[in-house]
């Protein structure tokens, strides 16, 4: 019974401190690369929404795109918010790719990965929007890629447009662990002593 009691103190401190997991917040579905991409730089932003199934922190955000053999995708501008376009921007650099070879229009189509920190937002429906993409060699247009997912999306000087190949990444519920305060600990292992006293009065009547 001692041994029960250990393991059982030990499990509710373990769930106690462990820490919300990390995984795909939202996944927009696979690239198409074959239909169309939209200019997110040159003056052009495009924004496409996602849910969250509770309050999330996104950590990471992950797109596909068509770019000129050659050309590399050094940063965009991305917003998080509650609405199209909405949020406040800010330049994240891309920490890397995958290519996926030429399409059909002789594009280089890639998944591009960037980190974005810890970004707080409530349950239910956000928006990411994308613009200023930055090509580093030679300065060319950057593609989203088109894959018509379940995602609602808008350009900024057409408006509704079908949405685009992106995956966010974070945390669902609190984005850190919450380590109890030392008295919380106290009051927590009295109340398991407690437990076991009782246990072990009703054991040797």
């Known amino acids: 019974m001692k041994t029960r009691i250990a393991l059982l103190t030990i499990a ?30 040159f003056g052009f932003a495009v924004s496409d929404s996602f849910t969250c199934s509770a309050d999330c922190t996104v950590q990471d955000f992950h797109i596909g795109v068509w770019l000129f053999p050659g050309d590399v995708l050094g940063s965009v501008d991305a917003a998080f918010g509650s609405s199209s376009f909405g949020g406040t921007f800010n330049t994240y650099n891309a920490t890397g790719h995958t290519d996926l070879g030429i399409n059909q229009y002789g594009y280089d189509t890639q998944i591009v990965d960037f980190a974005t920190g ?5 349950a239910g429906t956000n928006w990411i929007s994308l613009q200023n993409a930055v090509e580093t060699n030679f ?56 437990l076991a006293g009782v246990l072990r009065r009703k054991l040797t009547r």
Request: with cysteine; aromatic share 8%; hydrophobic share 35%.
């Open 118 to 122: 810890d970004i707080p937002l409530s």
């Open 12 to 41: 509710c401190l373990v769930l106690a401190v462990a820490p919300a997991m990390a995984g795909t917040l939202y996944d927009n579905g696979a690239g198409n690369y074959t239909t169309d991409g939209w200019t997110i730089n």
């Open 139 to 194: 300065g060319d247009p950057v593609y989203w890629d088109e894959n018509s997912g379940a995602s609602q999306a808008f350009q900024n000087t057409l408006g509704s447009i079908p949405s685009e190949s992106f995956t966010i990444t974070g945390i669902t519920g609190t984005s850190t662990g919450t380590t109890p305060e030392p008295s919380s600990i106290m009051l927590f292992g009295s109340g398991i002593l407690g």
